[in-house]
């Protein structure tokens, strides 16, 4: 989050509500027993409910004690600070810091648009706010020692995307910071359980991110889909020290919060850790028979970045699978249909039509509407055209660049996409905020009418992408 971002909050975002108050009349030993009682370093004087003036802990030393005065012979009239000075709930934090600042004090009551007390904001709530910057997080990351530290900075990540969402940060900005920081927590994890248990580890091996978490397009919703890879001549010793790691690594994973794979792709299984030579078997027994579990685990691995370990696994993986689909494009073919598979929920005359019954009837699944189709399709037309790594949007620039997508086409893939993901992070957003798990649905009620047009318009570009697939892979004489 930019510093931009951060000090153009409104102070009604960040500004304490529970203000406690005194009348003027009222005994300074008095108000100090509250300000003692409550916990808290001043307290606002009123008279007659009007806020008049502020009594800090400060004014207690300096204009009290310091000076030798009785506090049972004062009233807090006679230290308050006044005229008191106020800020606008609407105003922005940097007006409130840089108000604080001219006029040397650490806190301002915040008044509403009729005038009314309704909080105070104070210097510290700004170094509260930065706390939930993605800078400080990352710092608290890199800095943890345990997985229970861990735990709670995963559940410190979700509420970051909560409160940058509410500050405006664009989608894609928003999901490439969940990404970052995902990655590394999952690095600073794998960093804890070697040291702590495994120093004996081989260095002759990766782990692997696979799917949205290679691309790096992780919102709210995201299980874990990992391998691992290792060297061919690792001596059975350093297989089994390895398998051990990998199954303590995914458990702690789960523990600190991360849901386990429903398909179990991830690298304390067996099918998902093996050597290079083994996994090159894998992927053309994959390429050879393009069944729907083979398409599924060869598009997921498709994805694969190096997140920890010897990155020249990853290469030769890669320009392994790029010289097997050179000789076979059945299996893009059937990846393409996939995608194609996926039709978007738009009626005859173009409405669009909500799940009908079950706990999310009136709702559509944007993943299945749009967003997979997209990511699945491009994929499948970047491995095809030799299109370099990346996500899906460097993979449509990519495509764009070599004459593949026309500018006007990619540029409408592109706005359809950012759309539906951020509909995606708002229901999700949504969920939480309501007490449930984080899915991939938005409840069409939560859209006004022009966001609605703009749905209708993102699922028309999906339709006709898909119509492009099909005639770029010639899905018709698959279907003879």
């Not at 916990?39 to 030393?61: E, F, K, W, Y």
């Not at 495994?198 to 709210?220: I, K, V």
């Not at 083994?278 to 060869?298: A, F």
């Amino acid at each position: 989050m930019s510093a931009e971002n951060v000090f153009f909050v409104p102070v009604r975002d960040l500004c304490q509500r529970d203000v406690v108050t005194c009348e003027q009349d009222t005994s300074l030993v008095s108000a100090a027993a509250v300000m003692s009682e409550r916990n808290i370093s001043s307290i606002v004087v009123c008279a007659d409910q009007v806020p008049v003036g502020m009594v800090t802990d400060r004014d207690l030393r300096n204009k009290v004690v310091a000076q030798g005065r009785s506090p049972s012979d004062l009233l807090v009239s006679d230290v308050m600070n006044r005229p008191l000075v106020t800020i606008g709930e609407d105003d922005y934090l940097f007006d409130a810091l840089y108000l604080m600042t001219r006029r040397r004090i650490h806190r301002l009551c915040v008044i509403d648009a009729n005038g009314e007390l309704c909080g105070i904001v104070t210097d510290s709530d700004a170094l509260r706010l930065q706390s939930r910057s993605p800078q400080l997080l990352m710092k608290e990351i890199e800095e943890a020692t345990g997985v229970d530290e861990l735990k709670s900075l995963h559940r410190k990540l979700e509420q970051l995307v909560i409160h940058l969402a509410g500050t405006g940060v664009a989608t894609k900005d928003l999901v490439q910071t969940v990404a970052h920081l995902n990655d590394r927590i999952l690095i600073r994890l794998i960093e804890l359980v070697r040291s702590a248990r495994y120093p004996d580890l081989t260095d002759r091996f990766a782990f692997l991110a696979l799917g949205s978490e290679g691309r790096q397009e992780q919102t709210l919703s995201t299980d874990q889909d990992n391998a691992i890879v290792f060297a061919d001549d690792l001596s059975e010793s350093e297989r089994e020290r390895l398998a051990a790691f990998s199954e303590d690594l995914i458990d702690r994973l789960i523990e600190i919060g991360v849901p386990p794979c429903a398909g179990g792709i991830m690298a304390k299984n067996p099918a998902w850790r093996r050597s290079l030579s083994e996994w090159k078997l894998v992927l053309e027994k994959w390429l050879r028979t393009p069944s729907p579990e083979n398409i599924l685990s060869g598009s997921m691995f498709f994805d694969l970045r190096t997140l920890y370990g010897d990155s020249g696994f990853e290469s030769e993986l890669k320009a392994h699978i790029q010289s097997q689909l050179q000789a076979n494009n059945l299996f893009l073919a059937h990846s393409a249909a996939n995608a194609v598979g996926f039709k978007p929920p738009l009626g005859l005359l173009g409405q669009i039509k909500p799940e009908r019954r079950g706990p999310n009837r009136g709702s559509i699944e944007l993943k299945k509407a749009g967003i997979f189709p997209i990511t699945e399709g491009i994929k499948a037309m970047a491995l095809q055209a030799g299109v370099g790594d990346g996500g899906t949007r460097g993979r449509v620039f990519g495509l764009e660049r070599v004459g593949v997508l026309r500018p006007e086409q990619a540029d409408h893939l592109i706005t359809a996409l950012d759309f539906l993901v951020t509909l995606r992070l708002r229901g999700q957003l949504l969920a939480i905020e309501q007490g449930r798990t984080p899915n991939n649905y938005l409840p069409l009620e939560r859209l006004n009418r022009i966001e609605e047009g703009r749905l209708k318009l993102a699922l028309k570009e999906v339709s006709r992408f898909q119509t492009f697939l099909y005639g770029r892979f010639h899905l018709n004489q698959m279907s003879r």
